[in-house]
């Protein structure tokens, strides 16, 4: 007797991801809470600036989007604060600026942008995974200021915010999955948002390839999967 053919596997497509940055839509917890509470305290900060510091997926661009919105805040990444953007930069009283440990270039200008800011009685809020100290900076005026600046961390989830990250994460890709294996991916993952996002992204491919819902065993290969990576690429 012949065997039935095999199912097709189904192609994965980097389609755009439903990621709400609303405020109703940012998980508070232990780990997060004095960040948000001041990021909220806006327009009342101790200075025209503030650094957001937190690992990468963290939620620090979340934050920052729920700041802009209110304040009317224009986002750049560092990589844009270059002295002939400053004038340009500064004109809107608000300012947004992102990966400033990975994508600064112009030292000076981010200085002189600090100033003008000031100056001009606006706002400036900076994410960034590390401290300043960890960002190569060499302009030491700079670099006093950045550390003097008020600062809010966002530190690792606790168990309860992982859970409700994970729950969003599925949420946002239109993923079901019952409470159980909710369960059994935080016991098991790695305790951070980056990881949460790797781990629902792995997730949302498998179930897509296999035609199938997110199971307990879709879950495990998942995990299994995302372990023997990072194994490799700690190899390398």
């Not at 239109?174 to 409470?179: G, S």
């Not at 990881?195 to 296999?210: K, Q, Y």
């Not at 199938?212 to 495990?220: D, F, H, I, K």
Request: charge should be negative; aromatic fraction near 6%.
């Amino acid at each position: 007797m012949a065997e039935p053919p095999a199912r097709p596997r189904q192609l994965a497509f980097d389609l755009p991801v439903d990621s709400r940055y609303g405020v109703e839509d940012f998980l508070v917890g232990p780990s997060n809470e004095a960040a948000y509470g001041l990021v909220e305290a806006w327009p009342a900060w101790p200075d025209a600036w503030l650094r957001l510091v937190g690992p990468e997926g963290a939620g620090k661009t979340h934050l920052a989007a729920i700041w802009a919105k209110v304040a009317h805040a224009w986002t750049v990444p560092a990589a844009e604060v270059v002295e002939g953007n400053v004038p340009h930069l500064v004109s809107g009283g608000a300012l947004v600026v992102e990966d400033c440990d990975r994508g600064l270039r112009d030292e000076a200008a981010l200085f002189h942008l600090m100033n003008a800011i000031k100056a001009r009685g606006g706002h400036l809020l900076l994410t960034a995974r590390e401290a300043p100290d960890l960002w190569g900076l060499r302009v030491p005026d700079l670099l006093s200021r950045l550390r003097l600046a008020p600062h809010a961390t966002i530190d690792p989830p606790d168990d309860a915010l992982l859970r409700a990250v994970l729950v969003k994460l599925f949420i946002d890709r239109q993923l079901i999955v019952d409470t159980g294996t909710i369960e059994m991916l935080a016991l098991r993952m790695e305790r951070s948002f980056a990881a949460a996002r790797a781990l629902v992204d792995a997730l949302d491919r498998l179930s897509l390839e296999r035609g199938r819902r997110v199971t307990r065993a879709l879950a495990s290969e998942a995990l299994a999967g995302l372990s023997v990576q990072a194994g490799l690429s700690a190899e390398e």
